[in-house]
T-cell receptor
Framework: GAVVSQHPSRVICKSGTSVKIECRSL??????MFWYRQFPKQSLMLMAT?????????EQGVEKDKFLINHASLTLSTLTVTSAHPEDSSFYIC????????????FGPGTRLLVL | SQKIEQNSEALNIQEGKTATLTCNYT??????LQWYRQDPGRGPVFLLL?????KEKRKERLKVTFDTTLKQSLFHITASQPADSATYLC???????????FGTGTQLKVEL
């Protein structure tokens, strides 16, 4: 159980374009979705937290207008990287959390973004 | 400032031996600590959670200890196998709301 899918797994885009990443919880309801970014040989850095039906809360230094997060349902959250630039190239991972005091996050397989 | 430290150097051990990984933290008192496994190009996979009032937790070949006085957690894999080779991350709930802050991870290589 607790499976999370992400799509696409890999995307290459030109600088200035927008990229949407989908994150779906397949067998549980993700009341909270966490979005992370991971650069090579570094750990996961939390970008933002979203609760279903609410606006996302962004971590310090993360531009909310650049990284648009939508958590429209308990099984789907999307991250849109707007006007992507080469420095946005990274590994983006979503992690779903459930309600009821369960602290464990269930992560998607990640999306590798390369901006040329 | 808050800090979570894991051995940055890779740990190489022989198959069948026990691997021990360390996670040290400073400047906070987490209610719990978690360990995850991450394979290259993949998202982390949850392994174990240990709470502040628990000294030790086990799951099959895995054992985690949590010393809130030393601010340290040890993660053990007994009878290690090449399939255990991966990066292991510790994570703490720092800001509340179940937000996790991850350590940098330790890469484990189990050799035949």
């Amino acid at each position: 159980g607790a499976v999370v899918s992400q799509h696409p797994s890999r995307v290459i885009c030109k600088s200035g374009t927008s990229v949407k990443i989908e994150c779906r919880s397949l067998d549980f309801q993700a009341t909270t979705m966490f979005w992370y970014r991971q650069f090579p040989k570094q750990s996961l850095m939390l970008m933002a937290t979203s609760n279903e039906g609410s606006k996302a809360t962004y971590e310090q230094g993360v531009e909310k207008d650049k990284f648009l997060i939508n958590h429209a349902s308990l099984t789907l959250s999307t991250l849109t990287v707007t006007s992507a630039h080469p420095e946005d190239s990274s590994f983006y991972i979503c992690g779903g959390g459930t309600s009821g005091g369960r602290e464990t996050q269930y992560f998607g397989p990640g999306t590798r973004l390369l901006v040329l | 400032s808050q800090k979570i430290e894991q051995n940055s150097e890779a740990l190489n051990i022989q198959e069948g031996k026990t691997a021990t990984l360390t996670c040290n933290y400073t400047n906070y008192s987490p209610a719990y600590l978690q360990w995850y496994r991450q394979d290259p190009g993949r998202g982390p996979v949850f392994l174990l959670l240990i709470r502040e009032n628990e000294k030790e937790k086990r799951k099959e070949r895995l054992k985690v200890t949590f010393d809130t006085t030393l601010k340290q957690s040890l993660f053990h894999i007994t009878a290690s196998q090449p399939a255990d080779s991966a990066t292991y991350l510790c994570a703490l709930d720092i800001g509340g709301g179940n937000k996790l802050t991850f350590g940098t991870g330790t890469q484990l290589k189990v050799e035949l």
